[in-house]
Every structure is written in C-alpha cells, then in structure tokens.
C-alpha cells in the first residue's frame, strides 16, 4: 500500500469561519470553491498540505477537531500569527511554550478548531 497525503474534512456551522483562521490568518490558499453553492465547500492549501472545509451544522456540533502543523520557524509563525490575529491565540497556550515532551508550542482556536502550532 502507497499513500501520498491524508486530506482531512473540517466541518463548520459557517465555512467563513473556517476561512478566517486557515486563509486570512494562517495563509492558506484556496485551490478550490463551491462557496456559492446550497452545500458550500472549499479546498484549502499550503506548503503541500490540504484540507476540506465545508459548511455543514450538523457534522460541525459532531466534530471539533484538533491539529497539530509542525515548522521549523515556530517563533517567526507566532510573531506573524500574534501581531495580525491575536484574537486566534488559544487562552490556555497563548505564548511559544517549551513543553514537557521537548516540544515547543502555541496554539490558536476558532469556535471548531483547535490548531497547535509546533516545533521539534
């Protein structure tokens, strides 16, 4: 068996939501839209990474997910993050904190996601 990328789905009671956090804030790109559609969805990308977010309110009171994006420049990403969305900065990890498993970590959150951003 060969995989080539895991493409997860995110679900939002309102897709412009998700479009805030991923694409204002975190500079993901839109590679493809049905954002006008009765079932809006999008796919979102960056840096080979990719993601679907639809506009569904049923599976998003079923779904809250969590997601870890892993980089080599955890303080610039917050300095970028903190300086344009503050309002994104998760309370209980609102700061680059080095953490017990010798990971260094902040995290962001929107009223779905929770979004740790992480260095090794």
Request: with cysteine; glycine share 4%; hydrophobic share 35%.
């Amino acid at each position: 068996m060969n995989f080539t990328r895991l493409v997860p789905n995110v679900y939002y009671q309102d897709i412009k939501d998700g479009l805030k956090i991923f694409v204002e804030c975190l500079e993901f790109k839109i590679g493809h839209e049905e954002l006008k559609s009765d079932d809006p969805f999008c796919v979102i990308e960056k840096d080979g990474l990719q993601m679907y977010l639809f506009q569904h309110g049923k599976m998003a009171k079923e779904h809250n997910p969590e997601f870890r994006l892993q980089t080599n420049v955890i303080d610039e990403v917050y300095q970028k993050v903190s300086s344009s969305h503050p309002g994104f900065l998760h309370p209980n990890l609102s700061k680059v904190t080095l953490r017990p498993w010798g990971a260094k970590e902040f995290a962001l959150r929107d009223n779905q996601v929770c979004i740790i951003i992480q260095q090794w």
